[in-house]
Structure formats: structure tokens, C-alpha cells
């Protein structure tokens, strides 16, 4: 199924350079929500043309009545416009209780199954198959269970005397790098005295 | 709320009510270990302290004496491990086992579960590959709805973190386990792996009563895992039971090197460890189940005197849990004889080092913990072996020193030798006797335990078949010990390197592992990480070949492994040469001569997934910006993470330049600082979509119409 040509007749300007930007624009409007309707995994070509099709269309008629911005732009908006309106009616969702149809229905589309299993009712007007709009509805996405908190908390553990003074020693010499780096000066010296008395 | 003194007299009355696991037994044990132990450790020093007398002891004599002792103690140890773990698999195995508390068919009735993955910048194929393996087998025994598994992520390259995403929902999907298979990333991994479980037990841990860890890379049959949590059921003063897990699905010859030595020596060391240290065992941080509440209520780590790497937060978190475990009157129990249970090991050297490295820091900062009375003296026990397994090392290359140095004096003192009769003078040894007496008893000392392995499998015909037959096995051992020998060397200057790098305050960093053995090590790693070896063990040769030539032959396979170290290293990378093996039967493990189901399995999904993410219309985190479907679950899971409220919006500038010049030209931090905000997510996979090819990036227009050329099977299984 082709999509004619004269449906992406430029709205404004005539002459043809302006003509043949318009058409290029148009291409990449095409180009753009069969690319969109690939990523929601439309694979059926004959669905996949009709439904850009529908969409141009409707893009093109509100670029005729005076709608200003780029054909991609107003493609992609008219798509999402398809979509999300499609998603409240199968998911029978109310526009005013908060809930964003588009982030419910893609997850629903796709624990649903519908790249694999529902691909012709994608986009469709009602009635559809019940098993489908019960998947639909049902379909719910959490990463976890309910939460059940409680706290973890170091219980005292003493260390006995040893790593005590050892860790006490370590502070102070952190404390005083001046001492630190004399015995550390010594430890070298005396290291090199016995290095020495043992070979000697 | 469950108290210390509730749990300690419950305990004591499982402990000692059952005759699997009676406490008077498990002193005896320990005496007549102790006792062996003792007789040999000092046997062996007289021996060489009366080498060191007879011919004048003086200072640096005095030092290699000290350093022999210490040595000689260490590898004493592991001899009566072995010892005790072979008398021990020949006698009554149902005594002194916690597998022996239950029947084999028992049927009590299982609890909550939870099974954890801690994930950090893992391999997500390999990672949810396992999951899926572990899943399937739960739901085959019939009692998968007692488990729910938990992939705990720390990912912080955002690669990672979108495939981890990707990869979790396919897999719930596919098994239509989405209530049963749970996904969290932290957005802060404070406390490393100790933190993410921490964060696991504060948020959901109280709805379970057991929990399963798991490392990225393990894999533990259902029976095992159900057997397991059985166990917990019937002894409940029990804590915490730790399976042996056997390493598998190695490539490399070093990587088959230490898979056959870990599942052919394993059996003997385990058990030995098991006949000693009863209910006062380790924890080895995977592959082990755990009572939550007490881990909750006890086992919090505390914080060390001093600054990291030294004191600070603990690295090596789980010798120290099972201390306070025990601490709290729980029992702990290593499992040695329950099979199925497994885990992947480094495929080379350098890699092994590099785990080493953090190992070395973890079980160093143990030092503090030696001295506390609060804990059990097994436990501290376990500590100090742990220490010993890296300061072993440098005592081995003190003691190689101090030798020399004596060498080098005597050379120079010009004197002959006088010797004088020790205590050995009612044998009437010459030197050369008592010298060839002195290295025959250590080198007992050190391969009976092979030699007891290798009898243990001898005398068992279904595990020697296993093992591939008795001549096979027997060339196996003899490739394993030979190759080792080479390797030891290697493996004491890295550790004796790292100790010392502890000891100044240098910090390990805390990296994936690397389980893929690729093309094995390139010859450019191969030198820069061996360098210094290679110039040890030239200046050492150099000096020992100066003064004496005797003594020169005597180091020689020392230094000579060090001269040879980037060759040593390269060629036991060699995924080739461990194929080569592999196909000769050498080597083998059970688990190669028969695959594990569990194994397969997982190898077939990780191929699927990698090829599904590694070939879907683009990779990576790059997905969860233009994939309608990832976009929105990237932006479910960050709503559902409590954390996100607090996160920044990203610079205005940084999100245009995602867009403008493409995702491939931010850093990984800009990356994730775009990822991580809900908003921004969903305003990019808008603006992807919506804007005009000029004002997108190259990369992005390709990105977007790759879609309606991909192939419908590369669709990240989402078709």
C-alpha cells in the first residue's frame, strides 16, 4: 500500500525548490512513524503502512488548516495523539485520575504480548478480542514487593585491649605526621642496621 | 523479636539434643585435631631446628628458624584438614553433618525464601542466565512458590544497568515470573556488597525467613536449594549453612587448573574442615543460606578502628558475619556434602590477582577482630587463617630471604662447616641425610593431601570414572601439581606485594570479575603485570649464582618461575591449551564428563540474550532513551525507586547535548546523571521522536531508523 503523493501536497509555498523541500520533509515525516510504529514492534508491513498512513494523513490536513512546524514534528504528534487516545479506550482509563496512558499502555502492550500475539488490533477501533483487553487491563509492572522495613544496627563489639592501643597509636600518629615520619625514618635506619649485622 | 539468650538456649539444646550434632562430640574432634595438629607442627620444627644446630645457630639462622616455624605450622594445617576430611568420608557419615539431621526424602514443609544476586557491572547475559536457570529449576520441584529471587544491582556503568533492565523483563516475561522475580538497583551502593544485601534486609528482608545468596556467577540446583532451606526448617538454632561450591564452565588451562583443583582436593579439605569446626563454621559470602532475623538483628557490621584499608568499614564482610552470627548462639554450618552447588572462577592469573588483591585488603582488616573475647575462638580462628593465606606468602618470601642472606654470609665468612650431633644423633644422620630427611617430611607434610585425594577417588569407582579413570586422574594430578609449583612462586610475590601495598595505606578498587577467558592474556598485559617478578627473580638468581652455585640450583625453581612469570602467565591463559586438555580428558571435573542440566541450561539462555542485546537496534543504555518500551520501564523502575525523589534535574546544557551530539560522546557519569532522572528520561525519548532530523545527531537519526531494518528476532526478544 503506497501513500499517494498529493497527500503530502506542501500547505504553504509553491515554487519548486520549495516544493521539493517540502516533499524531502515529508519522506522524513514517513520515514520517522514507520519508525516509530517498528520500535512499538509493528512487524506486519500492510499494518504498519496503513497505520502511517492514517497519521500523515490527519498530519497533513492540520498542516492545510494552518499548523505551523516541521512535517516530522506534527507527524509525531498526531502519532502520539493516535496512540495515547487508543490507549484510554482499551485500558478504559479516566484522563483526570493522574494516570499517564502512555507509560500504562506500552507496558501493558508488552506484557500483553502484543508484538507477538495481538498485532491487528493494535491501533483498531472496538470492539476487540476480550482475552486482549483483559491482558491489556490487567497488565501491571512492579519491581518488587511491598516494602517491609526494618533497620539493621551495629551491636557493640569490643576489640580487647590490643587492637584498642593499636588503633588508638594510629590515630595519634595521624594526629602528630611530624612523629610519624621520624619513626617511620628510625624503621628504615634500624631495618638497614640489621640488614647489615645479619650479613655482615 | 528474637534475643540472644532465647537463641543461645535453644541452641545449645539442638546442639546438643541431636546425635547428628552433638557438642561433646565436636570437642573430641577438635582435641584429637588439635592434638595432631600439635604433634606434627612440632615434629617438623625440631626436625629443622635441630638441621639449623647442628651446624651453629646465630642471628639470621635464629630469623629463618622463626619464619620455617611459622611456615611449617601453616601448611601443617592443611595437611590435618585433608587428613581428618579422608579418615572422615571413610567413616559413619550420617555423624557430626547437619545434611544428617533430615532423612534424604524428608518433606518438612519449606518457608519464605528469598534469593539473592548481587550484581555489580557483571555480565547481564551470564547474570540473568543463571537466574533464569535457578528459576526453572525451583519451578521443577514443585515448590518454586516458597522462593522469590531478587537481582540486587550496584551497576554503575550505565551499559550495565539499561541491559540489566532489558534482560530482567524479558526473562520475567518469558517465565511469566514478574511477582516472583524481583529487580532493584541502589542509586548509592554505599558498603559495597555488604551495603546492597543491608539494603535488601531493610526494605524487604522481614518478609522472608531465609535468604539465599547467590554471587553474579552461581548456580545451585532446586533439590539443593529446597534440601536447604528443609535443613533450616528442622534445626532452628541453626544460622546459617554454607554449601562447598565447585567451580565450573572454565575454558583456560589456568581457569581448568583451579576448576579440578577446587572440585578434586575440595572434597577432602571440606570435610576435614567440617570435622572440625562443626557448628562454628564460615561463611564464605555466596551460595549459603541464612536466617534473616537474627542476620538482621545481629550480624550489622561494625565499623573498625583506624581508616580504610587498615581498619574502617570491613571489605571482607563474611567471615565476620558468621562470627556475630555465632556470637549471637547461632550454629553455622558448612554443608560439605551436598552437592550441586557452583560458582565460576577467574579464567587467568592476572585476573585471579586482581580478586586477590581486594581478598588480601578484606581478610587483613580481620587482624582487629583476633583479639575480641566476644567471639567464638573458631571463628577467630577462621580469621586468622584467612590472614595467614595472604601473609603466608610474605613469610614464604621472608624466609626464601633470610635464607639467602645466610647463604650469602656464610659464603663470605670463607669458613667451613663444623658439624656438631643434635638430638637426631641417636639416628646417626649425616647432613645430607637429615637434609634429605628434613625436605622428604615437608614435602609429606605438604602432598599427602593430594595423595589423599587421589585415594579418595581411587577407592570410590563412580568419582574416579568422574574424574576420567585412574590414568587420567593420575596425569591430572601430576599436570595440577606440576603447574602449581610454577604458579606458587607468581602467586607469593603478588601477595606479599599487595600486603605491603595494604600496609601503606593503598586501597584495592572494587571491579566486576572477569569470568570470560576471551583469547586468553595478551603478551603486552602479560609483561607489564609480571615486570617486577621478572627483575626479582633476575637479581636474585644473579646473587645466589655469586655466591654459591649449590645454593643457586636450590632456588632455582623459584627464581626461575620468576624470570618466567609473563610466560607462565601467558600460557596458562591459553584457552586453547585448556581445550586441548579438555579433549584429552585431563583435568576433567565431573561436571565436564557430565553436564549438569542447571549448566546447560544457563549456557543456552546467555547465548540468547547476548545475542539478543548485543544485536537489537542499538546497545546498551542508549536504548532506555529512544525504545519506547525500555523509555518506559527505565521510567517505572526509577518511580518505584524511593530514592529517586532526591535525585538532581541534569544541566539544561547536558541534556541538549545529548541530542545534539549524540549519546556516544558523553562520559559515563553524564550518562548516568541523565539516566537516573525520571523527568529527563521521558523528555529525551519526546524530543528523539518528535524533533526534526537536523536537530538531532548523526548517530541519533541512524539509531531511530534502524528499527524499521532490524531484524524482528533482534528485537531484544520483545517481538
Known amino acids: 500500500m503506497e501513500l499517494p503523493v498529493d497527500l503530502v501536497t506542501p500547505a504553504v509555498g509553491g515554487g519548486k525548490v520549495d516544493g521539493q523541500a517540502d516533499f524531502s520533509a515529508w519522506d522524513e515525516a514517513y520515514r520517522r512513524v514507520e519508525a516509530y510504529f517498528a520500535a512499538l514492534r509493528i512487524r506486519n508491513k500492510l499494518l504498519l503502512s496503513t497505520l502511517v498512513h492514517r497519521v500523515l494523513q490527519k498530519a497533513a490536513e492540520r498542516q492545510n488548516a494552518g499548523e505551523v512546524g516541521a512535517p516530522t514534528e506534527i507527524a509525531m504528534d498526531e502519532a502520539d495523539r493516535e496512540v495515547h487516545q487508543w490507549f484510554i479506550q482499551i485500558l478504559d482509563l479516566d484522563e483526570e485520575a493522574g494516570e499517564d496512558p502512555v507509560l500504562r499502555g506500552r507496558l501493558s502492550l508488552l506484557l500483553a504480548d502484543m508484538p507477538r500475539q495481538w498485532q491487528h488490533e493494535f491501533l483498531t477501533d472496538p470492539p476487540w478480542p476480550e482475552p486482549f483487553v483483559e491482558a491489556m487491563r490487567k497488565s501491571f509492572l512492579r519491581a518488587g514487593p511491598d516494602f517491609h522495613l526494618s533497620q539493621m544496627r551495629a551491636r557493640p563489639l569490643e576489640l580487647g585491649p590490643i587492637p584498642n592501643l593499636a588503633g588508638e597509636t594510629l590515630r595519634d600518629l595521624d594526629r602528630k605526621p611530624h612523629l610519624r615520619n621520624i619513626l617511620l625514618f628510625l624503621f628504615v635506619i634500624v631495618g638497614g642496621f640489621i640488614l647489615f649485622y645479619l650479613t655482615r | ?719
Open chain 2, 1 to 719: 523479636m528474637v534475643t540472644a539468650t532465647e537463641i543461645t538456649d535453644e541452641n545449645q539444646e539442638i546442639l546438643s539434643g541431636s546425635p547428628a550434632l552433638s557438642a561433646k562430640r565436636a570437642s573430641l574432634r577438635r582435641f584429637l585435631f588439635l592434638a595432631t595438629f600439635t604433634i606434627i607442627s612440632v615434629a617438623g620444627i625440631l626436625l629443622f631446628a635441630d638441621f639449623m644446630w647442628r651446624t651453629g645457630i646465630y642471628d639470621i639462622k635464629w630469623v629463618v628458624l622463626v619464619l620455617y616455624a611459622i611456615l611449617f605450622t601453616h601448611i601443617s594445617l592443611g595437611f590435618c584438614n585433608a587428613l581428618f576430611g579422608f579418615i572422615s568420608l571413610r567413616g559413619n557419615r550420617s555423624v557430626g553433618r547437619i545434611n544428617a539431621s533430615i532423612p534424604e526424602d524428608s518433606d518438612t514443609p519449606l518457608a519464605a525464601t528469598a534469593i539473592l544476586f548481587p550484581v555489580y557491572n557483571e555480565d547481564v547475559s551470564r547474570v540473568m542466565a543463571g537466574v533464569k536457570a535457578t528459576y526453572e529449576a525451583l519451578v521443577k520441584t514443585g515448590e518454586h512458590q516458597h522462593f522469590d529471587i531478587f537481582i540486587l544491582s550496584d551497576s554503575t556503568n550505565p551499559d550495565r544497568w539499561i541491559e540489566e533492565e532489558v534482560a530482567w523483563l524479558r526473562l520475567c516475561k518469558d517465565l511469566n515470573a514478574l511477582d516472583r522475580i524481583h529487580y532493584r538497583r541502589r542509586t548509592d551502593n554505599v558498603d559495597k556488597k555488604s551495603g546492597n544485601v543491608r539494603d535488601f534486609l531493610e526494605t524487604w528482608g522481614a518478609r522472608y525467613r531465609y535468604m539465599i545468596v547467590f554471587d553474579a556467577d552461581s548456580l545451585m540446583t532446586g533439590p539443593t536449594l529446597v534440601r536447604l532451606v528443609r535443613l533450616m526448617q528442622a534445626n532452628p538454632g541453626v544460622g546459617l549453612i554454607q554449601t562447598a561450591p565447585g567451580l565450573i564452565g572454565a575454558d583456560t588451562y589456568f581457569g581448568r587448573l583451579q576448576q579440578f583443583a577446587s572440585r578434586f582436593y575440595g572434597r577432602v579439605f571440606t570435610s576435614g574442615l567440617n570435622y572440625w569446626q562443626q557448628s562454628e563454621g564460615n561463611y564464605w559470602g555466596h551460595n549459603a543460606i541464612i536466617r534473616i532475623e537474627p542476620f538482621i538483628e545481629h550480624c550489622e557490621l561494625p565499623e573498625l578502628p583506624y581508616k580504610e584499608p587498615i581498619g574502617g568499614k570491613i571489605l571482607s564482610h563474611d567471615f565476620v558475619e558468621a562470627a556475630l552470627m555465632r556470637r549471637a548462639g547461632f550454629a553455622v554450618w558448612l554443608v560439605d556434602d551436598l552437592e550441586d552447588s557452583y560458582e565460576e572462577g577467574p579464567p587467568n592469573l592476572i585476573d585471579s590477582a586482581t580478586r586477590d588483591r581486594r581478598w588480601c585488603q578484606g581478610n587483613l582488616q580481620h587482624t582487629w577482630l583476633l583479639f575480641s573475647g566476644q567471639l567464638h575462638a573458631i571463628n577467630r580462628m577462621h580469621f586468622f587463617n584467612g590472614i595467614m593465606g595472604y601473609a603466608g606468602s610474605l613469610f614464604w618470601l621472608l624466609f626464601l630471604i633470610a635464607s639467602t642472606l645466610s647463604v650469602v654470609r656464610f659464603e663470605r665468612s670463607g669458613l667451613s662447616l663444623i658439624v656438631s650431633q643434635g638430638f637426631t644423633r641417636n639416628l646417626n644422620l649425616s647432613m645430607e641425610q637429615h637434609g634429605a630427611l628434613l625436605l622428604g617430611f615437608t614435602a609429606i607434610i605438604l602432598f599427602t593431601p593430594k595423595l589423599l585425594a587421589w585415594l579418595d577417588a581411587v577407592f570410590d569407582p563412580a568419582r574416579r570414572k568422574r574424574f576420567g579413570g585412574v590414568l587420567r586422574l593420575s596425569g591430572s594430578v601430576f599436570i595440577e601439581t606440576l603447574t602449581s609449583a610454577f604458579i606458587a612462586p607468581l602467586l607469593m610475590a603478588f601477595h606479599s606485594r599487595f600486603l605491603i601495598e595494604v600496609l601503606l595505606g593503598r586501597k584495592s578498587g572494587w571491579n566486576a570479575q572477569n569470568r570470560d577467558a576471551g583469547q586468553g592474556t595478551p603478551w603486552v598485559d602479560a609483561i607489564r603485570a609480571h615486570m617486577g617478578q621478572v627483575v626479582l627473580g633476575i637479581l636474585w638468581s644473579g646473587i645466589a649464582l655469586y655466591y654459591s652455585e649449590t645454593f643457586f640450583w636450590w632456588l632455582s625453581p623459584v627464581t626461575f618461575s620468576l624470570i618466567l612469570a609473563p610466560v607462565i602467565s601467558k600460557i596458562t591463559s591459553s584457552p586453547q591449551l585448556g581445550q586441548w586438555l579438555r579433549r584429552h580428558r585431563l583435568l576433567q571435573t565431573p561436571e565436564e564428563s557430565q553436564e549438569p542440566v542447571i549448566w546447560s541450561t544457563c549456557k543456552e539462555e546467555e547465548e540468547k540474550l547476548r545475542n539478543a542485546l548485543e544485536n537489537g537496534p542499538m546497545r546498551g543504555s542508549a536504548l532506555a532513551l529512544a525504545d519506547p518500551y525500555i523509555n518506559t520501564l527505565h521510567y517505572t523502575l526509577l518511580e518505584q525507586n524511593p530514592a529517586g525523589a532526591s535525585i538532581e534535574q541534569p544541566p539544561e546544557k547536558l541534556v541538549e547535548r545529548v541530542l545534539i551530539e549524540g549519546w556516544d560522546k558523553l562520559d559515563k557519569k553524564e550518562r548516568v546523571a541523565v539516566l537516573i532522572h525520571p523527568p529527563t528520561i521521558r523528555r529525551l525519548h519526546h524530543e528523539l521522536w518528535h524533533r526534526s532530523g537536523h536537530q538531532l545527531a548523526e548517530s541519533w537519526r541512524e539509531s531511530l531508523s534502524a528499527y524499521t531494518a532490524v531484524n524482528p528476532q533482534r528485537l531484544l526478544g520483545f517481538v
